[in-house]
């Protein structure tokens, strides 16, 4: 993403924001409340269209009009506000845009008996447990509730990942499964962009950091050259910037998102 | 849906019909816990079963009241009164599915009447004057989603709007006048009966089965409910929301043309004020029906008790020869009701 830039009326969310990302990598996205975030990654998956700037993919300049555009080009999303439909129930929660399908004489008749069984595999994966599956999500508690939105992201098998918070209202235990879930997306080769306010959680699960404040990029590097202090300090803008990265990637990449050459020089 | 939150049936009975004596709600405690475990998306079977046992009642106290009413003509009666009010209500829960609402589909019904009754006079062939209705309603129908989806206007000022135009293009195009003395080209259709059942009620089951299906069985039904549920999160999900919303109220308004050609091959002529409160009377049917007000959950086929029961009630009230004047207040005290069940039902559960 190069130059991006975003504003609700007079609000300006995003200034100039350069974000790269490469596969098999994981990438931490901090910064304030309100630092322009959760707008970064809903540009990504074409929930806001950018005021300036692109969205290049393995170098082909792409422009998303829509969640669905964003998928069809491998991009899945876990939504700060999980997105979900509370009356409806956990597996239409999951499948929800993205039903499973069999044709019947040219219709496309819902497989809920494939559905229900790929929604109890995902929900298995993260350990997950529900009593039902057919209650309405707005009954379930915040954690779990958390759990089928990624559950409904994985079920997209894309190849970037954006988690938006996806551990803020699950416990300890739950969400340390998220994080280990998050590294073998990573061993999968899959990208994955992690926002999160809890330092700790970010420290241990991201190669990459990209710290925002009031809308621009104040901080970037690895995790190995970074400590939470200095984090700290620059979300809370005491440090005013810092950028660690080594040349080369910031020259050899040109701004691709995804790009397999790109992924050699992410440093473990 | 567990059991702590076990909506008891006195409170139907509070909300929605005043007067249900407590013998019927212990009868109905055990029919709707059983009903609960068969289906899980019970809150609108739940209100179904508590109409059907309504409806039971009223036919009761009914046919203790009138001789005339518990016979085989008076039931043709009431089911040749269903069809086009069953139409518009069937195409209306699935409007108010999505969160939106037509107030808009009584006037369509008639622009899309004296077209069809200006065909018929012409002379136009059979199929002509009877694709005409359909078409009409969905091309009308189509433009309330476009506006609705596309440009965000709130539903029910785009339909309210929308129905003082219909209304004048149907001025403009009679004048003030009717158009009578129609062909009974569609008779044999429309004024048959097959096993004493009038043809133009059966045709209506089938479409309103094949909705249920379309409902139940395939991603249009999950993308209209998830729309109602919250618009913003079904298009984060990947629905494609405004191209399904222009599909409700189109599907709406194919429904509403079908019920005009109904209409006007069963009286043959076709007034100004033709239809005039039948949208009302329609979203009446689907909120009776087990549909929420508040988008997001409902029924298509409980619309056909939703219809049976205000024809029902209608034709009880005229066979007591209660002055039609009371009609209204009793419909209009049923939406009422129906409504205030429906949020007061949501409040006690969250
Ligand atoms: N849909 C919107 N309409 C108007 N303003 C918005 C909208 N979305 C975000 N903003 C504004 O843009 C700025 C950035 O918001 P954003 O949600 O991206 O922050 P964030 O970094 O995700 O914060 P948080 O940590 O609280 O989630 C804020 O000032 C916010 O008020
Ligand atoms: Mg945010």
């Given at each position: 993403?190069?130059?991006?830039?975003?504003?609700?009326?007079?609000?300006?969310?995003?200034?100039?924001?350069?974000?790269?990302?490469?596969?098999?990598?994981?990438v931490?996205?901090?910064?304030?409340?309100?630092?322009?975030?959760?707008?970064?990654?809903?540009?990504?998956?074409?929930?806001?269209?950018?005021?300036?700037?692109?969205?290049?993919?393995?170098?082909?300049?792409?422009?998303?009009?829509?969640?669905?555009?964003?998928?069809?080009?491998?991009?899945?999303?876990?939504?700060?506000?999980l997105?979900?439909?509370?009356?409806?129930?956990?597996?239409?929660?999951?499948?929800?845009?993205?039903?499973?399908?069999?044709?019947?004489?040219?219709?496309?008749?819902?497989?809920?008996?494939?559905?229900?069984?790929?929604?109890?595999?995902l929900?298995?994966?993260?350990?997950?447990?529900?009593?039902?599956?057919?209650?309405?999500?707005?009954?379930?508690?915040?954690?779990?509730?958390?759990?089928?939105?990624?559950c409904?992201?994985?079920?997209?098998?894309?190849?970037?990942?954006?988690?938006?918070?996806?551990?803020?209202?699950?416990?300890?235990?739950?969400?340390?499964?998220?994080?280990?879930?998050?590294?073998?997306?990573?061993?999968?080769?899959?990208?994955?962009?992690?926002?999160?306010?809890n330092?700790?959680?970010?420290?241990?699960?991201?190669?990459?950091?990209?710290?925002?404040?009031?809308?621009?990029?104040?901080?970037?590097?690895?995790?190995?050259?970074?400590?939470?202090?200095?984090v700290?300090?620059?979300?809370?803008?005491?440090?005013?910037?810092?950028?660690?990265?080594?040349?080369?990637?910031?020259?050899?990449?040109?701004?691709?998102?995804?790009?397999?050459?790109?992924?050699?020089?992410?440093?473990? | 849906?567990?059991?702590?939150?076990?909506?008891?049936?006195?409170?139907?009975?509070?909300?929605?019909?005043?007067?249900?004596?407590?013998l019927?709600?212990?009868?109905?405690?055990?029919?709707?816990?059983?009903?609960?475990?068969?289906?899980?998306?019970s809150?609108?079977?739940?209100?179904?079963?508590?109409?059907?046992?309504v409806?039971?009642?009223?036919?009761?106290?009914?046919?203790?009241?009138?001789?005339?009413?518990?016979?085989?003509?008076?039931?043709?009666?009431?089911?040749?009164?269903?069809p086009?009010?069953?139409?518009?209500?069937?195409?209306?829960?699935?409007?108010?599915?999505?969160?939106?609402?037509?107030?808009?589909?009584?006037?369509?019904?008639?622009?899309?009447?004296?077209?069809?009754?200006?065909?018929?006079?012409?002379?136009?062939?059979?199929w002509?004057?009877?694709?005409?209705?359909?078409?009409?309603?969905?091309?009308?129908?189509?433009?309330?989603?476009?506006?609705?989806?596309?440009f965000?206007?709130?539903?029910?000022?785009?339909?309210?709007?929308?129905?003082?135009?219909?209304?004048?293009?149907?001025?403009?195009?009679?004048?003030?006048?009717?158009?009578?003395?129609?062909?009974?080209?569609?008779?044999?259709?429309?004024?048959?009966?097959?096993?004493?059942?009038?043809?133009?009620?059966?045709?209506?089951?089938?479409?309103?089965?094949?909705?249920e299906?379309l409902?139940?069985?395939?991603?249009?039904?999950?993308?209209?409910?998830?729309?109602?549920?919250?618009?913003?999160?079904?298009?984060?999900?990947?629905?494609?929301?405004r191209?399904?919303?222009?599909g409700?109220?189109?599907?709406?308004?194919?429904?509403?043309?079908?019920?005009?050609?109904?209409?006007?091959?069963?009286?043959?002529?076709?007034?100004?004020?033709?239809?005039?409160?039948?949208?009302?009377e329609?979203?009446?049917?689907?909120?009776?029906?087990g549909?929420?007000?508040?988008?997001?959950?409902?029924?298509?086929?409980?619309?056909?008790?939703?219809?049976?029961?205000?024809?029902?009630?209608?034709?009880?009230?005229?066979?007591?020869?209660?002055?039609?004047?009371?009609?209204?207040?009793?419909?209009?005290?049923l939406?009422?009701?129906?409504i205030?069940?429906?949020?007061?039902?949501?409040?006690?559960?969250?």
């Amino acid at each position: 993403m190069k130059k991006i830039s975003k504003a609700f009326g007079g609000v300006i969310a995003l200034r100039d924001v350069d974000f790269r990302l490469f596969e098999g990598e994981v990438v931490g996205l901090v910064g304030d409340n309100g630092a322009g975030k959760s707008t970064l990654i809903k540009i990504l998956s074409g929930v806001y269209i950018p005021d300036k700037g692109d969205i290049y993919i393995g170098g082909e300049r792409v422009e998303f009009r829509s969640p669905l555009d964003a998928w069809k080009y491998g991009i899945a999303t876990v939504y700060q506000e999980l997105a979900l439909a509370d009356k409806m129930n956990v597996v239409e929660n999951i499948f929800l845009g993205h039903e499973l399908v069999k044709n019947v004489l040219g219709l496309r008749i819902l497989d809920k008996r494939r559905m229900r069984q790929r929604a109890g595999e995902l929900l298995k994966q993260l350990l997950i447990e529900l009593k039902s599956l057919d209650v309405p999500v707005s009954k379930l508690s915040g954690g779990q509730r958390q759990g089928i939105a990624i559950c409904r992201a994985l079920n997209l098998e894309a190849r970037v990942i954006c988690m938006d918070e996806p551990t803020a209202s699950m416990a300890v235990g739950e969400s340390e499964r998220i994080l280990d879930f998050v590294r073998r997306l990573r061993e999968q080769g899959k990208a994955v962009i992690f926002i999160s306010h809890n330092l700790e959680h970010v420290f241990r699960v991201v190669d990459r950091l990209v710290v925002l404040r009031h809308g621009r990029v104040v901080g970037e590097g690895y995790v190995e050259d970074l400590d939470k202090d200095t984090v700290v300090k620059l979300i809370t803008g005491v440090l005013e910037n810092l950028n660690l990265l080594g040349e080369e990637v910031r020259e050899g990449t040109t701004g691709d998102l995804l790009d397999r050459n790109g992924s050699k020089k992410v440093r473990r | 849906m567990s059991t702590s939150t076990t909506f008891s049936p006195c409170e139907i009975s509070r909300g929605g019909v005043g007067d249900t004596p407590s013998l019927l709600t212990m009868i109905r405690q055990p029919m709707i816990r059983k009903l609960q475990n068969i289906r899980p998306r019970s809150t609108v079977a739940q209100k179904q079963v508590s109409l059907l046992a309504v409806i039971c009642l009223l036919i009761g106290v009914f046919s203790v009241l009138s001789p005339h009413f518990l016979t085989l003509k008076n039931f043709q009666t009431i089911l040749r009164n269903m069809p086009e009010l069953g139409l518009l209500s069937v195409g209306m829960s699935i409007v108010m599915m999505t969160g939106g609402i037509d107030i808009s589909a009584e006037a369509a019904l008639g622009v899309a009447a004296i077209l069809v009754g200006k065909s018929m006079l012409q002379g136009d062939p059979a199929w002509v004057s009877a694709l005409i209705g359909p078409i009409t309603g969905g091309i009308l129908g189509t433009i309330n989603g476009v506006v609705v989806a596309y440009f965000g206007v709130l539903p029910i000022i785009v339909t309210l709007g929308a129905m003082y135009v219909w209304r004048a293009v149907i001025f403009l195009l009679v004048g003030a006048r009717w158009l009578s003395g129609l062909p009974r080209t569609f008779d044999p259709l429309v004024k048959t009966f097959v096993l004493g059942i009038p043809i133009p009620f059966i045709f209506f089951l089938l479409i309103t089965m094949s909705l249920e299906f379309l409902f139940r069985k395939t991603p249009f039904g999950w993308h209209i409910l998830a729309i109602g549920n919250s618009e913003y999160s079904a298009r984060l999900a990947g629905v494609r929301t405004r191209r399904v919303t222009v599909g409700a109220y189109a599907l709406l308004g194919v429904l509403v043309g079908i019920a005009a050609f109904l209409y006007v091959g069963k009286h043959r002529n076709v007034e100004m004020t033709v239809a005039s409160g039948m949208s009302l009377e329609a979203i009446a049917a689907a909120v009776i029906g087990g549909t929420s007000i508040l988008g997001g959950e409902g029924s298509v086929i409980g619309c056909v008790i939703g219809v049976f029961f205000i024809r029902l009630l209608q034709n009880g009230l005229v066979l007591l020869g209660i002055p039609s004047i009371w009609d209204y207040l009793v419909l209009g005290g049923l939406i009422i009701a129906a409504i205030l069940s429906d949020l007061l039902y949501k409040r006690r559960r969250t």
